[in-house]
T-cell receptor, first 109, second 114 residues
Framework: QKEVEQDPGPLSVPEGAIVSLNCTYS??????FMWYRQYSRKGPELLMY??SSGNKEDGRFTAQVDKSSKYISLFIRDSQPSDSATYLC?????????WGAGTKLIIKP | NAGVMQNPRHLVRRRGQEARLRCSPM?????VYWYRQLPEEGLKFMVY????????ESGMPKERFSAEFPKEGPSILRIQQVVRGDSAAYFC????????????FGQGTRLTVV
């Protein structure tokens, strides 16, 4: 079993929809949870960063961490075609980031 | 403040040649990470370095791969005697001290072995 599981998709939704992206993990020692966005042939860019449990909101993006279920989510409201990308979750207990495989998201105009 | 700079962006090597990938971290960052990404796959950790120190190389293949981060100059990932299976995108990330979990990535070097 991988330490971090993420559905690779693709996930295709119409413009304006609410998108829900998720990762599950097995290591209860993880304390830091990140979401990165990666456009085709580009490096990943940090979107959201959460420490421990709870919610964090930044514009149209909301990150949720449920440590009891070992489950993290990224919600995108009012999705735009420019949100089409691969979204990777990453988590860490110390310095080494453990990555999900990434979910490819397609927003249809 | 320039971001993480990687060069070259694209590198073509014949089987058996050496590949050298360079990474200059963001200003003020002293931690560098190297990752490999195969097509349609996630990022795979290779090595974590601080200046003049390899902290964790558990993700590096035991042979042909090496990495360094000298006191002066960029971090170098070196692949000797490349094989077709080394073809991938190699990403470098850097982070500041004491905030190791926030990593900022370069644009990657796409290595193609022919």
């Amino acid at each position: 079993q991988k330490e971090v599981e993420q559905d690779p998709g693709p996930l295709s939704v119409p413009e304006g929809a609410i998108v829900s992206l998720n990762c599950t993990y097995s290591n209860s020692a993880f304390q830091y949870f990140m979401w990165y966005r990666q456009y085709s042939r580009k490096g990943p860019e940090l979107l959201m960063y959460t420490y421990s449990s709870g919610n964090k909101e930044d514009g149209r993006f909301t990150a949720q961490v449920d440590k009891s279920s070992k489950y993290i989510s990224l919600f995108i409201r009012d999705s735009q075609p420019s949100d089409s990308a691969t979204y990777l979750c990453a988590m860490s207990g110390d310095y080494q980031l453990i990555w999900g495989a990434g979910t490819k998201l397609i927003i249809k105009p | 403040n320039a971001g993480v700079m990687q060069n070259p962006r694209h590198l073509v090597r014949r089987r058996g040649q050496e590949a050298r990938l360079r990474c200059s971290p963001m200003k003020g960052h002293s931690h560098v990470y190297w990752y490999r990404q195969l097509p349609e796959e996630g990022l795979k950790f290779m090595v974590y370095l601080q200046k003049e120190n390899i902290i964790d190389e558990s993700g590096m293949p035991k042979e042909r791969f090496s990495a360094e981060f000298p006191k002066e100059g960029p971090s170098i990932l070196r692949i000797q005697q490349v094989v077709r299976g080394d073809s991938a995108a190699y990403f470098c990330a850097s982070s500041p001290p004491a905030r190791n979990t926030e990593a900022f990535f370069g644009q990657g070097t796409r290595l193609t072995v022919v």
